[in-house]
C-alpha cells in the first residue's frame, strides 16, 4: 500500500502502511542548540531496531521524543496511527491536553540506564503498581499478572525481594517487568546495561532477545554491537543529530558505508575487545 493509500484507508498516516512508529524530519533543540536535525524513522510491527551513535548524537533525545517526554520543534511522530502530543487541526498542530498524552505514553514501555524502582516496595509491587493505579486493573489481577512477568524475566523466586535485596542486572530485568506489566505496543530501551557490572549485561541481553524473538516491537539504544548484529532486524546508526545511515547488521556493522559509521565501530569494538564479522578488515574496506 502507498503511503498515501494507507492514510486514506485510516485516516491515520503509517508510512507504508505497516510502521508501527513512523517519524518524519523531527527536530528539537535545546536553548538554540540544535540536537535533532531531521530524523526520519520506521520501524515496522515486530522489528527490533538499535540505534547506535556517539555520545551526544540525540539517541536519548530522540527516544524521549516518539515518549513524548520531551516536545519537537517540528516534524511529527507516529506511534501506531496516533499523532504523539499533537492533534492536526486543518494542517495546524495543537498541543494535547496532558491526560491525551500520558493515555499515548501508556501504550510505550520505556527502560532506562537507571532503574529507578520504588525502594519501598517488592518486586511484584513495583511491578504491580503501574496496572493498578493507573489502569485500574484489580489487584489480584495485577499480582497474578506481575508474578507471571517476573517469572518471564527469571524472577519468579525474588517476588518478594525489595530492589536493595538485588543486582543491579536482577533491577533492570524487574523494571523491564514493570514496563510490560502495561502491555505496550513499543519498547523503547535507553543503553539498559551500560550501567551494569560486566557480568550482569548478558541477563539482562538476554530477557530482551527473547522479547525480541516474542514479536516485541522495539527501539534499543545499545553499545552491546554483539547483540545488535545477533538481534537488531536493522541498526540505524545516528551522529550530529542525524540519520547517518541504516540497514541489516550484516551490512551497518560488517560493511559501514560512512566514514563516521567506521569510525565509531572502530572504537566501540577496540572498548569491547570485540571483532566485527566477518572479518576485522571488512570494517575498513
Ligand atoms: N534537557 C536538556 N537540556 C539541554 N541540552 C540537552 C538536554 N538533553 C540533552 N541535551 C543535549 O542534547 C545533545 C544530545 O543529547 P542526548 O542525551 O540525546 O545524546 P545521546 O546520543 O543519548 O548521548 P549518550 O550516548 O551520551 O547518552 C547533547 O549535546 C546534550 O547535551
Ligand atoms: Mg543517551
Known amino acids: 500500500m502507498s503511503p498515501e493509500l494507507a492514510q486514506e484507508a485510516t485516516g491515520r498516516p503509517t508510512g ?15 536553548y538554540g542548540n ?15 531496531v538499535c540505534l547506535l551513535g556517539p555520545s551526544g548524537s540525540g539517541k536519548t533525545t530522540f527516544l524521549r521524543c516518539i515518549n513524548q517526554l520531551e516536545t519537537i520543534n517540528g516534524g511529527r511522530i507516529w506511534v501506531d496511527g496516533d499523532l504523539m502530543g499533537y492533534e492536526d487541526r486543518g494542517g495546524t498542530l495543537h498541543r494535547l491536553a496532558d491526560k491525551k498524552i500520558a493515555a499515548q505514553r501508556r501504550e510505550i514501555g520505556m527502560v532506562f540506564q537507571r532503574f529507578n524502582l520504588f ?11 503501574a496496572p493498578v493505579h493507573v489502569k485500574g486493573v484489580d489487584k489480584k489481577t495485577a499480582r497474578a499478572e506481575a508474578r507471571e512477568l517476573l517469572e518471564r524475566v527469571g524472577l ?4 518478594d525481594h525489595y530492589p536493595a535485596q538485588l543486582s543491579g542486572g536482577q533491577q533492570q530485568r524487574v523494571a523491564i517487568a514493570r514496563a510490560l506489566a502495561m502491555k505496550p505496543k513499543l519498547m ?31 527501539i534499543v539504544v545499545t553499545h552491546e554491537i554483539a547483540f545488535a ?15 547517518v545511515e541504516q540497514g541489516p547488521p ?14 565509531f565501530l572502530r572504537r566501540i569494538l577496540a572498548e569491547q575487545h570485540e571483532s566485527p564479522e566477518p572479518s576485522p578488515d571488512a570494517i575498513n574496506e
Open 156 to 159: 519468579g523466586e525474588r517476588c
Open 250 to 263: 550484516r551490512e551497518v556493522i560488517a560493511k559501514p558505508q560512512h566514514e563516521r559509521t567506521r569510525a
Open 16 to 30: 507504508d502502511g505497516t510502521s508501527l512508529v513512523h517519524a518524519v524530519n523531527v527536530t528539537k533543540s535545546f
Open 188 to 218: 523503547l530501551f535507553d543503553e539498559p546495561t551500560s550501567a551494569l557490572d560486566p557480568e550482569l549485561v548478558g541477563e539482562v541481553l538476554e530477557v530482551m532477545r527473547e522479547l525480541a524473538e516474542g514479536g516485541m516491537t522495539m
Open 119 to 129: 525502594p519501598h516496595m517488592t518486586a511484584l509491587e513495583n511491578v504491580a503498581e
Open 34 to 48: 540544535q540536537v535533532l536535525k531531521g530524523i526520519d524513522l520506521d520501524v515496522h510491527e515486530g522489528e527490533v
Open 229 to 243: 548484529r545477533d538481534v537488531a532486524d536493522r541498526v540505524v546508526f545516528m551522529d550530529g543529530g542525524v540519520v
